[in-house]
C-alpha cells in the first residue's frame, strides 16, 4: 500500500512539475502558473504560499522545487487523513481496524471526487464541488494545514475542559494561523463550527473561563484574515465580497441541483439511513454542520470585480466535503465492527454496506480517472 501511495505522489509531482509552466493553449491546465506570477513577479500575494514560490524562484531550479513541495503536501495530506481517521475511530468505538485500512481508507478520501453522471454535469469536475483538487496549490496546501487543526482540535476538545497548558494553545493557535496564512477557507467554515460547540458547551455548564481561552486561540487567526481582507479587497483593487443568493453555487453547474447531491452522494446515502446518529455522536454532527455552513456560504456570497468568476466561496465548501466523506468512512467502518439496532440483521446491514462501499468506489474511480487524464495533460474542466 505504501508503495502504491508513493508512486501515486511520483507522479504528482510529475503533475505538479508540468503545471508550473504557463504555455499558450494551457496544457496541464491549472492555477499554478498564475500563483507563481503574482509573487515573483508581480510581488502581490496574500498566501504563505507565495513568500514560499518567491524563496524557490530565487534560484534555478524553482519549477522542480515547486513540483516536490507540492508532492510532500499531498502525500503529508494522506498520512494526516490517515492518522486522523484512526484518531477518530477510537473515539467512535470502532474496535481494532488494520493499519493497512486506515492508509487505504485515507488515500481513498484524498482521490474521491463527485458521483459522475454525464446527464447531470458536461463536466466530471463538476464546478468546484469537490474534495480532491489538484489544480489549485493554495487549495492543496490549505487541506493539509485544515487536517492538522482538526487533528489538534479533536484531541484538545475535551481535555480544555479541565483546563488547557501554554504548549496545548499555542500548537492549536498556531496551527490556525497557518491554515489562514495559506488559504483563509479553511477558518471560514470551521471557526462558526467551532464557535456553536463552544456555546453549547456554556449552556451545558462548563465553565466559562475555560471556553474562553480555548476560544481566544482564533484570534490571532482572526487578524490574519483582516490583514487578507485587506490585500484582496483593498479600496484600489475593485473587488469585495456581496450578498447573491445563488451565483457561486451555479458559477460551473448546468444543473446545480442534481450536481449538489452527486457532490455529496456518498456521505449523503449513508447519512438518510444513519440521521439518528446526528444526535449521538459529536463528531458526525461536527462535520456536518461544518459542511452545512460552508453550503449557506457558497450559497449566499460571492466576489464581485476581477474576482467575480473564480468561486473562491468554494474552496471551503470543498473542505467540508471531505470531511464529511471522511467521517462516513468512521461511521460505516464502526457498524462493520460494532453493528447495533436493526443493524444486527445481516442481511440489511451488507446490503447497506455494500451499496454504501459501492457508492464511495465509484467516486473514488472518477477521481482516478480524473487524475490520471490530468497526468496526460488534459484540462481540469474535462
Known amino acids: 500500500m ?44 496574500y498566501s504563505l504560499t507565495a513568500l514560499i514560490y518567491q524563496l524557490f524562484f530565487l534560484m534555478p531550479w524553482g519549477n522542480i522545487l515547486t513540483a516536490l513541495f507540492l508532492g510532500l503536501i499531498t502525500l503529508g495530506t494522506i498520512a494526516l487523513t490517515t492518522r486522523l481517521l484512526r484518531e477518530m475511530s477510537v473515539r467512535a468505538g470502532c474496535g481494532s481496524v488494520p493499519e493497512w485500512l486506515f492508509l487505504l481508507l485515507g488515500f481513498l478520501c484524498n482521490v474521491a471526487m463527485p458521483f459522475y453522471v454525464k446527464a447531470a454535469h458536461y ?31 479533536l484531541r484538545l476538545e475535551e481535555k480544555y475542559r479541565e483546563g488547557l497548558s501554554v504548549k496545548d494553545w499555542l500548537f492549536m493557535a498556531g496551527a490556525l494561523i497557518l491554515a489562514n496564512a495559506v488559504k483563509p477557507s479553511f477558518f471560514l467554515v470551521f471557526a462558526p463550527t467551532m464557535a456553536l460547540f463552544l456555546l453549547w458547551d456554556l449552556f451545558r455548564k462548563v465553565p466559562f473561563s475555560r471556553i474562553f481561552i480555548f476560544g481566544l486561540t482564533v484570534i490571532p487567526s482572526v487578524l490574519v484574515v483582516l490583514w487578507q481582507n485587506m490585500v484582496l479587497f483593498g479600496n484600489d483593487t475593485g473587488n469585495s465580497i456581496e450578498l447573491n443568493y445563488g451565483y457561486t ?22 447519512l438518510v439511513f444513519l440521521w439518528k446518529e446526528l444526535f449521538r455522536d459529536k463528531w458526525y454532527l461536527f462535520f456536518w454542520l461544518m459542511w452545512g455552513i460552508a453550503l449557506l456560504q457558497v450559497t449566499f456570497l460571492s466576489e464581485n470585480g476581477t474576482r467575480a468568476r473564480d468561486g473562491n466561496f468554494m474552496w471551503g465548501y470543498s473542505f467540508g466535503i471531505f470531511m464529511i466523506v471522511l467521517y462516513s468512512v468512521v461511521k460505516l467502518l464502526k457498524l462493520m465492527r460494532a453493528p ?35 497526468c496526460q495533460g488534459e484540462t481540469y474542466w474535462m
Open 249 to 270: 453555487l451555479t458559477l460551473h453547474s448546468l444543473h446545480p441541483k442534481a450536481t449538489l447531491i452527486l457532490s455529496v452522494a456518498f456521505p449523503l446515502f449513508v
Open 123 to 153: 463536466q466530471r469536475y463538476i464546478g468546484y464541488q469537490s474534495p480532491s483538487i489538484w489544480h489549485n496549490s493554495t487549495y492543496i496546501c490549505m487541506k493539509f494545514c485544515g487536517v492538522l487543526v482538526l487533528l489538534f482540535y
Open 340 to 374: 447495533t439496532g436493526i443493524w444486527e440483521n445481516r442481511y440489511l446491514r451488507y446490503g447497506f454496506l455494500i451499496t454504501s462501499w459501492g457508492i464511495l468506489a465509484y467516486q473514488c474511480y472518477c477521481g482516478i480517472v480524473f487524475w490520471i487524464r490530468l
Open 2 to 45: 505504501r508503495s502504491l501511495i508513493f508512486v501515486y505522489g511520483v507522479f504528482c509531482v510529475y503533475l505538479y512539475y508540468k503545471q508550473t509552466f504557463y504555455v499558450e493553449g494551457m496544457p496541464f491546465d491549472s492555477d499554478l502558473p498564475y500563483h507563481i506570477k503574482m509573487a515573483v513577479e508581480d510581488h502581490w500575494f
